[in-house]
């Protein structure tokens, strides 16, 4: 979630794109098994749709390559929507997740604009989501790559990285990497491909029937954090409660983007996300400009920003 969440608690645009929309290369060809994605924060849905225009495309050995949009991304912005199935989803979805009132608030007032513009809207969420073990999965991977990472760091560099020289949190995720054996590695890799497959049949079913064209979620599940909220011996925790709806969607390789859309009760921007098919950036941009015209946001600010 590291384009989504920033654009969300700064009141911005964060579209987060299909795996292997913008290549990595030449430094890499895919790290998280796909689940690290570039992409860009924007105040308007169209410096998203320019940028996506300038940065997207294929390196030679690149190990993804999507199918080409039919069309530049700007011109998406504008262009007509058509009536699309929602699908919403605002309540905790992993064990021990938060379940904030105005994170359900942000969902339900979108819900209601998509209705006005003429959307078909139900809450309805692929089951699949809700699966218990998608955290554990999720961490046996991110962390034999951190682990990775750092070692490449530390050979880079001729240097031995401590507690000191990076984060707690991924020091100690690094460290848990290095311990993890090629067999629980592999283990996760395949359940995560298998998962995905359960996942993205709620936009695509197998059986040929007619999916949905977007999930709408928080993009966090609560307010802004304030500084230091999340660092701390329990930090782990306490990120996991409130970042629940946006790594899946790195692992399944999806587009989805955050759009500030509302403001809590002490006036602090927060994002809402909405999740597309795989490689449809194009219906999410087009999507987003109409919600921009709908529920305009360009001069929206917080009492203190900068």
Sequence with gaps: GSIRIPASECGLVGLKPSKGRVSLGPALGESWIGGVVEGCV??????????????????????????????????EVGAPVGKLRVGLLSGALLPGGLDHPEARASVAATGKLLESLGHHVEVTHPVALNDADFGDMFLAIVIAHIANDVAALEKQFSVSLS????????????????????????????????????????????????????????????????????????????????????????????????????MSADGLPMGVQFVGAPYREDLLLRLAAQLETAAPWSQRRPAVHA
């Design 42 to 75: 924007t105040r308007s849905v169209r410096d998203t749709a320019a940028v996506m225009d300038a940065i997207s495309g294929y390196e030679p050995g690149d190990p993804n390559t999507p199918p080409l949009p039919a069309r530049a991304y700007v011109s």
């Design 163 to 262: 507690i000191d020289d990076i984060e707690p949190g991924n020091h100690l995720m690094a460290q848990f990497g290095n311990v993890t054996n090629v067999v629980a590695y592999l283990t996760a890799v395949g359940w995560m491909q298998a998962w995905t497959r359960k996942v993205v049949s709620w936009w695509l079913p197998r059986d040929g029937s007619q999916g949905f064209d977007v999930l709408v979620t928080p993009t966090l599940a609560g307010p802004p954090p304030k500084i230091g909220a999340l660092s701390g011996d329990d930090s782990t925790d306490r990120i996991r409660e409130i970042m629940q709806y946006t790594a899946q969607f790195n692992m399944t390789g999806q587009p989805a983007i955050s759009l500030p859309l509302h």
